[in-house]
């Protein structure tokens, strides 16, 4: 084949920007011929907007139906699992969004699933992996350049959202329709790219606070402290909450600091290695000479669109992805292990246990509120 099938299983906000992303041409070996929504309205958007493409009620309608060789998996987090092992079984590709589900005893059925039908292409939507700041970044790490890990500070405050967002769907912030709040839906990307760039930790302490400025029953606001395995210590950041909000990710090591803000990369680069300068310098106030070296990256940033182009050229040509659909139980062990500690009200090691963290979660789940359906659906532009 020339071109990727793609079925499009949920066209709501973040579906119909794929969609839109295909019909505007940004991913030319890929041919939207099926789509799925449980809501009516998204229906007759696709019967009345997508010329020649299936529409289903259900997503293991369309997986059944033959009419695709890869799905497109965006529906609320407790699904994408299910939707991935249906569409294994039936032998098509399998790209999901973010979150790679709920809980990792899920998530690992979903790998397991994928690992026994090698020949399918599985990929996961980590549109910020393609960011140039963060490949230059995770450049100069795996070269070395930062030296021995020392500390990770993220604080990532700029998720802002209103109650009117929370209020958009029916399974929104909610722990039995979503699962989590700002951990699961919106900082799965640089849950991701920490775990991407420095490893896991082995164990961290965290405080989710529920329903803090919001009228929400999950987490908008939390904070959490890291210990990694070489000794490197981390603090994570993150809130709905914070106008107008902050992004900044620092790394320190041993022959320098990385600062990411505001679309930019800046390195600052030791003369000398730190640990070295410690014990044989002979002032007692003097600091390693230091210079800010240009970090020179591409410039690009294609983001979603780059995401499925990889996803379709690995099963067109065997090419590489931009980020395997089994790398998504990392980032969700992090924010697994932030829930757990919080829960606890104690410090966690990673691997958590995972059979506690979903007794917990279902604890959770029995008493989730109902909320009404609202037929809202908004744009994600800017919004990643």
């Known amino acids: ?48 907007e997508l010329e020649g493409v299936k529409i289903f009620n259900e997503g293991e309608e369309l997986i059944a139906s033959g009419t695709c060789d890869a799905v497109l998996i965006a529906v609320p987090h407790y699904q994408h699992p299910e939707l991935a092992i249906s569409a294994f079984e039936k032998g098509l590709h399998v790209m999901a969004e973010k ?32 960011n140039c700041v963060y490949r230059k970044l995770k450049e100069l790490l795996d070269g070395g350049e930062l030296g021995k890990l020392k500390r990770v500070s993220w604080l990532i405050t700029d998720w802002y959202r209103t109650q009117y967002y929370y209020d958009s769907g029916a399974w929104r912030a909610t722990w039995a329709g979503e699962g989590g709040g700002v951990l699961l839906n919106q900082c799965p990307h640089q849950l991701d790219l920490l775990q991407w ?116 050229a690995h099963i067109l040509r065997g090419e590489p992805m931009i980020a395997d659909g089994r790398e998504g139980i990392r980032g969700l062990m992090l924010s697994n292990a932030m829930h757990l500690s919080s829960w606890l009200g104690r410090e966690v090691e990673l691997p958590i246990d995972e059979q506690l963290f979903y007794d917990l979660l279902k604890e959770k789940c029995a008493t989730s509120r109902h909320k009404e359906e609202k037929n809202i659906t908004m744009s994600t532009q800017g919004s990643y």
């Open 1 to 48: 084949m020339d071109k990727v099938r793609l079925g499009v299983i949920g066209i709501g906000n973040m579906g119909t920007g794929h969609i839109n992303n295909i019909r505007a041409g940004l991913c030319p070996e890929i041919e939207l011929t099926a789509a799925a929504d449980r809501r009516a309205s998204r229906r007759e958007w696709a019967e009345n």
């Open 99 to 130: 979150p790679a589900g709920v809980y990792t005893l899920q998530v690992r059925e979903m790998n397991a699933a994928a690992d026994a039908h090698p020949e399918l292409s599985f990929g996961m939507m980590f549109n910020q992996r393609t």
């Open 197 to 312: 760039l420095c490893g896991l930790p082995v164990r961290l302490r965290a405080f989710c606070h529920e329903g803090k400025w919001h009228d929400i029953e999950v987490e908008d606001d939390v904070s959490a402290y890291m210990e990694f395995e070489n000794g490197a210590t981390g603090i994570f950041v993150t809130t709905t909450g914070d106008a107008p909000g902050t992004n900044r990710l620092e790394l320190s090591g041993t022959l320098g600091k990385a600062v990411c803000e505001n679309d930019e990369l800046r390195f600052w680069k030791l003369d000398e290695d730190e640990e070295k300068w410690r014990f044989t310098a002979e002032q007692g106030f003097a600091k390693p000479p230091f210079r800010e070296v240009k970090a020179e990256t591409d410039g690009k940033n294609p983001q979603h669109p780059a995401v499925l182009n990889a996803f379709a």
